[in-house]
Nanobody, 127 residues
Framework: QIQLVESGGGLVQAGGSLRLSCAAS????????VGWFRQAPGKERELVAV???????NYSDSVKGRFTISRDNAKDTTFLQMDSLRFEDSAVYYC?????????????????????WGQGTLVTVSS
């Protein structure tokens, strides 16, 4: 059973940067797509970025141009580089992995296609 552990969250001033990491254990997730989600207080969890096993990426409009998702399959680790952070980026960030079934590409913005979830890491951006 794959387990995911996020790290790298913390407190940063607006305009600053953070790099989140998501490490997998208990199995390789090199064949899985990996998504980064976030959930702010009182809001639903939303997809921020996703990367396929082949390295294709997609971003939500709110972070496009500021966040970069990448992966190192040799280390079973996925990264989310967050630059030009804004107050509204404050949230708990989760990584999740999902099998790239044909349905995945239709529903990847939803939580359903993702099988494994990390515990989350808190990002707080001060204004």
């Amino acid at each position: 059973q794959i387990q995911l552990v996020e790290s790298g969250g913390g407190l940063v001033q607006a305009g600053g940067s953070l790099r989140l990491s998501c490490a997998a254990s208990g199995g390789s997730f090199s064949s899985y797509a990996v998504g980064w989600f976030r959930q702010a207080p009182g809001k639903e969890r939303e997809l921020v970025a996703v990367i396929t096993s082949g390295g294709s990426t997609n971003y939500s409009d709110s972070v496009k141009g500021r966040f970069t998702i990448s992966r190192d399959n040799a280390k079973d680790t996925t990264f989310l580089q967050m630059d030009s952070l804004r107050f509204e980026d404050s949230a708990v960030y989760y990584c999740a992995s999902g099998r790239q079934t044909p349905d995945f590409y239709s529903y990847y913005r939803r939580e359903g296609p993702y099988e494994h979830w990390g515990q989350g890491t808190l990002v707080t951006v001060s204004s």
